[in-house]
């Protein structure tokens, strides 16, 4: 039965990705806006749900006796390393991404400087619900910065057909929900089909729940490659990058302050920024080709490996 749920689950998220694709596609031309700017707003919070959810549900399980700051600061250090990492390097393999210098510059200093502001408010060991808003105001003002067309682009991919506004954003939408939906139901059968065969619980819970909760920007990220639609495919793991190292963190702090383990502080976090300085040095450049995605995704396998020998 389980190989039963993987395979839904597989089967959803591709059904559920070429809904977002084309959805998302469609509302961007409709509106006038670049699909580098839908991804970063649109495809990254949504497909980042889930994140939000655990860190909500950690936050108030915080307020009694139940502790949960581990799950939160870890699926969401986990989630973006598994994202720039494994999903980047993927999709750089299916298809050249690259950007604008300009736009290079602006991501390259969000996603560094959302690290930094992560890594000071969780020096002291805690984050506070004070500091917990500071990353949450963070966060809106990067989304303000989008809002305000500071990296917007030109389309550059041929236009699809569609229906109009109203249409293609319920197809977006309801894109979203199935590739959430599926993630899940993915993620349930892996670690069922794991404990089935034996695998070690450490390799199910950092390969298999940690890249489970980046499936849905794998999906999408990877289906939008396929399409060649690079710049919504790049707008959506940047945006939920930034997302996923500011909101979960805020919002659990946020509603009853959360301890930050020195160990995710010096090795997470600091793993994450060094593979952020090389892959936005990568798209300064000339971007990410296969040459670039296979070393990036070599990267994060390395710290997989590690992880692994640690936790024996």
């Known amino acids: 039965m389980e190989f039963v749920f993987l395979f839904a689950g597989l089967a959803g998220l591709w059904l559920g990705t070429k809904a977002t694709i084309r959805g998302a596609v469609s509302v961007a031309e409709r509106l006038g806006i670049s699909e580098f700017v839908i991804g970063v707003v649109v495809l990254s919070i949504g497909s980042d749900l889930p994140e939000l959810a655990i860190a909500v549900d950690a936050g108030i399980k915080n307020l009694g006796p139940r502790q949960a700051s581990d799950i939160v600061v870890g699926s969401a250090l986990g989630s973006t390393l598994g994202q720039i990492g494994f999903v980047l390097g993927i999709a750089g393999l299916v298809h050249h991404l690259h950007l604008p210098r300009k736009v290079v510059v602006e991501q390259g200093i969000a996603l560094l400087g959302s690290a930094i502001l992560l890594a000071v408010v969780g020096w002291s060991g805690h984050v506070t619900r004070l500091e917990g808003w500071v990353l949450i105001a963070a966060y809106l003002g990067y989304l303000y910065f989008i809002a305000k067309g500071a990296t917007e682009i030109p389309l ?3 236009p699809l057909p569609g229906n109009g506004i109203g249409m293609s954003a319920f197809r977006l939408m309801m894109g979203l929900v199935i590739v959430g939906f599926s993630a899940e139901l993915t993620v349930d059968g892996a670690t069922d089909v794991a404990e089935t065969l034996g695998v070690e619980q450490a390799f199910v819970a950092i390969v298999i729940i940690g890249l489970g909760s980046s499936l849905p920007e794998l999906s999408i990220s990877l289906g939008a490659a396929m399409e060649k639609r690079v710049m919504l495919s790049v707008g959506n793991l940047l945006g939920s990058n930034v997302f996923d190292t500011l909101v979960p ?3 659990a702090a946020a509603i009853a302050g959360l301890d930050f383990k020195e160990d995710l502080l010096q090795q997470e ?8 300085v090389v892959v936005m040095a990568f798209f300064y450049k000339q ?4 040459r670039e995605g296979m070393f990036v995704l070599g990267f994060y396998l390395a710290y997989v490996m590690t992880e692994l020998l640690a936790a024996k």
């Open 269 to 276: 976090l600091g793993f994450l920024f060094v593979l952020t």
């Open 156 to 158: 550059e991919e041929e």
């Open 249 to 251: 963190v805020g919002v």
């Open 287 to 290: 971007g990410i080709r296969k």
